[in-house]
């Protein structure tokens, strides 16, 4: 069964390369495509042109960090026999649609997105950032709607990006399908629409706090835990989470960083509760807290370590399998672009993009 023709409902997501994945990628975004693999036709990209937006001066660094997130994804299981892992860059499509889709967004929504605003601060851009920086909100419509996915498995702070795609998409359809603005979102397809209207589907923990305990875990923040950190990275960022706390016959606050955690990573809830009674009451240190949230983390990452080993090294490997998807991909992005040019009465004849 190719990609194209697969009768599974399809999604597509994925990760800027602007350094490793980490702990709030897994709990935000990678655990359900593992899950959504065994069940949905899965894409999933590296939006490397994206990471042009605040490193346009390091080509180098986010040609290295493509293949890193690529070796991340297998090592998690993502598996490119199942899905189709691919990068930005080599997909034509995405870029002709962008443009198309930035006449249906006015300027003012652009700059309302609050993730844009929230990126802006976060990441001090101040009032440097580029035309690109904010070309890349629509960008990301395009990257989703190139593959018309039902549904976008991400973490809370993309909800908003989801959202103009989802204004994008109906206003396409009815611009130039013929969709009533009164068809339900549902019914798009049924009423001619080009484009479903995609959902996001926000992960176990949408928002995972990074080691600061107050930002987002981020990659561009530097408060991340990797998945490919090993056991003795993981064990020294934890002991070095600032709790407040000063003695261990303190109460604790049960809902700290730590706790929120041991929440998101410890097996054993149980034992979680148990730990959090004594730590309000204050009947255990952070030091054992610690030791325990550590030993929960390295549990999770050690099979993702040991499968990362098999392409340490490799770049020849990664290079194939994103080849192979690439091509994949393009099959789909192609059909996607053809079929909206017609809608769009830019379409001249049928061409073929003379991949190989
Ligand atoms: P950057 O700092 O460069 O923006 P990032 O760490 O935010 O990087 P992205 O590549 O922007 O990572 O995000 C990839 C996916 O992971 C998105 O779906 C995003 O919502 C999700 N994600 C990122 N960080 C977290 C987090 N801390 N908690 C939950 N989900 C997250
Ligand atoms: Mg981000």
Known sequence: MTASDS????????DTPTGRLHLGHYVGSLERRLAMQETHDCYFIVANVHALTTRSDKPDEIRADTLEVMRDWLAVGLDPDRSTLFVQSEIPAIAELTFFFSMLLGFGRVMRNPTIKDEIIVKNLG?????????????????????????????EDQVAHIEMTREVARRFNQLYCGVSDQTPDDDHLRAGGLFPIPR????????????????????????????????????????????????????????????QYLDAFHADKAMVADLRERY???????????????????????????????????????LEIIRAGCAKANTAAEQTLAAARKAMRMHFGERSLGYR
């Open 7 to 14: 009768t599974r409902p399809r999604i597509l997501t994925g």
């Open 127 to 155: 009032d440097t950032y580029s035309f690109g920086f904010l070309l890349y909100a629509v960008g990301q419509t395009a990257d989703i709607l190139t593959f018309r996915p039902e549904a976008v498995p991400v973490g």
């Open 200 to 259: 996001a589907e926000v992960g176990r923990v949408g928002r995972l706090v990074g080691i600061d305990g107050v930002n987002k875990m981020s990659k561009s923040l530097g408060n991340a835990i990797y998945l490919s950190d090993t056991a003795k990275e993981v064990q020294k960022k934890v002991n070095r989470i600032f709790t407040g706390r000063q003695n261990p016959t303190d109460p604790g606050d049960p809902n700290n960083v730590l706790f």
């Open 280 to 318: 309000a009451g204050g009947r255990v240190g952070d030091g054992e807290v610690k030791k325990e949230l550590g030993s929960a983390i390295n549990a999770l990452l050690d099979p993702i370590r040991q499968r990362r080993a098999r392409y340490e090294g490799d770049d020849q490997a990664i």
